[in-house]
């Protein structure tokens, strides 16, 4: 059984920073891509970012470019979302994701097989 298991969410102030894991088990996922998606309350699934196989190749949304940074440990089935100078509108829910053996950095929720509970972000203003 595989599982994506997400933590670090919390409330933080508006300007400052927080990191977000993933921790994948159950089988490993070297052959695929991961990524990053967040759901607001009352609003739909958004993408953030995502990373390739390798952790060569990033790709992020445009809302979040030059402030997110995701990073991944491959051997370990371990991945990073960096978030800094955090905004009140990056308050949401934040789901790991991972696609079983294709490498592509989608920004579409249906390619990803695998998903985690989520973890909560709160930015106060």
């Known amino acids: 059984q595989v599982q994506l298991v997400e933590s670090g969410g919390g409330l933080v102030q508006s300007g400052g920073p927080l990191t977000l894991t993933c921790q994948a088990s159950g089988r490993t996922f070297s052959s695929g891509a991961m990524a990053w998606f967040r759901q607001a309350l009352g609003k739909e699934r958004e993408f953030v970012g995502a990373m390739s196989w390798n952790a060569h190749n990033t790709f992020y949304a445009d809302s979040v470019k030059g402030r997110f940074n995701i990073s991944r440990d491959v051997p370990r089935n371990t991945m990073w979302l960096q978030m800094n100078t955090l905004k009140s509108e990056d308050t949401a829910v934040y789901f790991c994701?991972?696609?079983?053996?294709?490498?592509?950095?989608?920004?579409?929720?249906?390619?990803?097989?695998?998903w985690g509970q989520g973890t909560q972000v709160t930015v106060s203003s």
């Open positions: 994701a991972a696609q079983r053996y294709s490498d592509w950095l989608s920004e579409v929720q249906a390619d990803y097989d695998y």
